[in-house]
T-cell receptor, first 113, second 113 residues
Framework: GESVGLHLPTLSVQEGDNSIINCAYS??????FIWYKQESGKGPQFIID?????DKRQGQRVTVLLNKTVKHLSLQIAATQPGDSAVYFC????????????FGRGTSLIVHP | DTGVSQDPRHKITKRGQNVTFRCDPI?????LYWYRQTLGQGPEFLTY????????KSRLLSDRFSAERPKGSFSTLEIQRTEQGDSAMYLC???????????FGPGTRLTVL
């Protein structure tokens, strides 16, 4: 299940389950959104992005959903694997500017074999 | 490996000392970004360069911080008179100016004693 810890919200799942990581963004003017994965000791790694003219985008095993009405993003990971264990950040941005994303707080995903 | 590299990976220093970090971006990328990340938080933007020009600086970048990218390739971030509050992971990222996707380096973890 999902819980809010002292530092990071944590989602624990079993290998093979589907995972859903949620994110609320703050700026209604943001029109571009990115999900990053950060493994321990590494920098963030781009997973998938979505523009505000879309409400869903699919990648390999990942799907991002965007609800602009409530300023909410989610990242769905299908058939979660132990290698998916990491901290996941959503980031919001405005296209056509300096491409400086504003990162959310992050969610720690723990996949149990 | 043709990704973003950072040096050193770890730095321990005493309060009041100066430190300098280096970032080597992906060679074709003309934009270079510096971020700071503390435990449990997403990266916070510090500054970015397009080629050798420093185009934007965050208010987080106090007078003790300076960044350069003299030839539009590698960049250095210097922190003068370090304080314990400077302890963090310093991340570098690079991108093309016409693309949103940023590629992050592994970071330099700074500990100020």
């Amino acid at each position: 299940g999902e819980s809010v810890g002292l530092h990071l919200p944590t989602l624990s799942v079993q290998e093979g389950d589907n995972s859903i990581i949620n994110c609320a963004y703050s700026n209604s003017a943001s029109d571009y959104f990115i999900w990053y994965k950060q493994e321990s000791g590494k920098g963030p790694q781009f997973i998938i992005d979505i523009r505000s003219n879309m409400d869903k985008r699919q990648g390999q095993r990942v799907t991002v959903l965007l609800n602009k009405t409530v300023k909410h993003l989610s990242l769905q990971i299908a058939a979660t694997q132990p290698g998916d264990s990491a901290v996941y950040f959503c980031a919001e941005n405005m296209e056509g500017g300096s491409y400086i994303p504003t990162f959310g707080r992050g969610t720690s995903l723990i996949v149990h074999p | 490996d043709t990704g973003v590299s950072q040096d050193p990976r770890h730095k321990i220093t005493k309060r009041g000392q100066n430190v300098t970090f280096r970032c080597d971006p992906i060679s074709e990328h003309n934009r270079l970004y510096w971020y700071r990340q503390t435990l449990g938080q997403g990266p916070e933007f510090l500054t970015y360069f397009q080629n050798e020009a420093q185009l934007e600086k965050s208010r987080l970048l106090s007078d003790r911080f300076s960044a350069e990218r003299p030839k539009g390739s590698f960049s250095t971030l210097e922190i003068q008179r370090t304080e314990q509050g400077d302890s963090a992971m310093y991340l570098c990222a690079s991108s093309f100016s016409f693309r949103n996707e940023q590629f992050f380096g592994p970071g330099t973890r700074l500990t100020v004693l």
